[in-house]
């Protein structure tokens, strides 16, 4: 039996050899490599495992401060981006006010200091002494937003454009000088302008002032149609109205003397 071994084991290392010399890995390395690294590998990833794990609860508090400074860096960016927006809206309004150019009225700058929806009306930062006088037009970016009322030496007190009977103002729609009426309040986000019934009024037509009054210049943009009720009855059409101008939105205005 020794013998035999001996002889195999001879064989072997010459098998091997050659093997080896021809760039080849023979059988029995072959074998021991599969039989040495498979578990080489699972104590490795062991040993790493709970490497890591123990740098975890050593460092668990470092990472936790860190997490924290990298949570409030973030909300800090998402505040700072919500400011910015609210800065650009800003400015984009400041350049359409700007923009209001009315020949032969002056343009006083003053800011909404106050709202009073359930009595339909705003506290402005300007007053007698500054030119206000009751009966003038306060105008937003994007168009009316309400007639003087009230005037004190450095605040007034302005009707909102919606604001319901008895408040009116004359309106007509742009582009067709003949449709012209009377412009009342129904709800913040609807305005009737009461017109003949024969009037050629659509959906989507710019509603304005019409200048009948000496106190309201012509054009200030005021809302849009969004529907038209006719009443055969009565020979008349009551146009109901989006205002352009959203009280949330305001902050500078300019009053038109």
């Known amino acids: 039996m020794l013998i035999a071994l001996i002889v195999i084991g001879i064989i072997a290392g010459q098998l091997q050899s050659r093997l080896r010399s021809a760039g080849r890995t023979d059988f029995v390395s072959a074998t021991l490599r599969f039989t040495i690294e498979g578990p080489a590998k699972l104590v490795a990833g062991t040993i790493d495992s709970f490497t890591d794990f123990t740098s975890g609860i050593f460092h668990s508090g470092r990472l936790a401060a860190e997490n924290r400074r990298l949570q409030s860096l973030a909300d800090a960016e998402k505040l700072y981006n919500v400011r910015l927006g609210e800065l650009q809206m800003r400015v984009d ?62 605040t007034c007190q302005a009707a909102f454009v919606w604001s319901p009977l008895p408040f009116r103002i004359g309106a007509v729609v742009a582009g067709k000088p003949g449709v012209a009426g009377l412009l009342h309040g129904d709800a913040p986000d609807r305005l009737i302008l009461d017109l003949n019934i024969d009037a050629p009024v659509q959906t989507g037509d710019l509603v304005v002032t019409s200048g009948f009054s000496t106190k309201i210049p012509r054009g200030i943009p005021i809302g849009r149609v969004v529907q038209v009720q006719q009443d055969q ?7 109901q109205i989006f205002p352009n101008v959203q009280v949330g939105d305001v902050q500078e205005v300019v009053a038109l003397r």
């Open 93 to 154: 309004g400041l350049e359409k006010l700007l923009r209001v150019d009315v020949p032969g009225r002056k343009k006083i700058p003053a800011r909404v200091i106050g709202v009073f929806p359930d009595e339909n009306r705003a506290t402005i930062s300007a007053g007698s002494t500054e030119g206000i006088v009751a009966g003038i037009p306060i105008v937003a970016p994007e168009g009316l937003l309400g007639i003087v009322q009230t005037v004190d030496a450095h």
């Open 233 to 239: 009855d009565y020979g008349t059409a009551r146009a």
